[in-house]
């Protein structure tokens, strides 16, 4: 009967420690977009001429500034095969991009703490003499949308911030 109260009282204490986990974030919110996330600390929320969403930014640094956006694409096909598609598609225009190289690094499956599956795919990509890394959790977020949410910072950085960005892509979530 105890190891049955012990037990029951750890898992309960685990569910409040993750809802206070949760609430605790400061929540960015893209209402016209349907879905939130959790900002990580220190960064501020920005627009970006020409884009739909905001842009969440890593306090300032020198050269490069380690950023988190929000790119909605149209497809009705698998979320698998519309990553296959737009890693093709970006493959084949790395020159049109003004990038020297880019490779996929990995590609997995990913779950955020709200349950929504989604794919993530890290980048390699020199561009303009610095070798960034990019993180990209895509999801299908309904209908034949499709979200890609792209945490870039410097490949050296990487160590600090793919956890960070593993955190913030954890807590994103639907709205409506």
Not at 74 to 81: G, K, N
Not at 129 to 145: A, E, K, N, V
Request: glycine share 6%.
């Amino acid at each position: 009967m105890m190891k049955k109260a012990l037990f029951a009282l750890t898992l309960l204490l685990l569910f409040a420690l993750n809802c206070l986990a949760q609430q605790d974030c400061q929540r960015h919110r893209e209402t016209e977009g349907g879905f939130s996330i959790c900002k990580p600390d220190g960064w501020t929320v920005e627009e970006s001429r020409g884009d739909k969403f905001k842009v969440l930014f890593a306090p300032r640094a020198d050269a490069c500034t380690s950023n988190i956006n929000f790119k909605e694409g149209t497809s009705a096909a698998p979320l698998a095969d519309y990553v296959a598609a737009e890693i093709k598609k970006l493959m084949s225009s790395i020159e049109q991009i003004g990038a020297t190289s880019i490779k996929v690094v990995s590609q997995s499956d990913f779950t955020t703490s709200s349950n929504l599956h989604g794919i993530k795919v890290v980048f390699s990509t020199e561009y303009k003499g610095f070798q960034f890394r990019q993180l990209q959790y895509i999801f299908d977020i309904g209908g034949s949308r499709k979200l890609v949410v792209t945490g870039t910072g410097l490949e050296k950085d990487q160590q600090q911030l793919d956890p960070l960005f593993d955190r913030a892509a954890k807590s994103f979530q639907l709205d409506r």
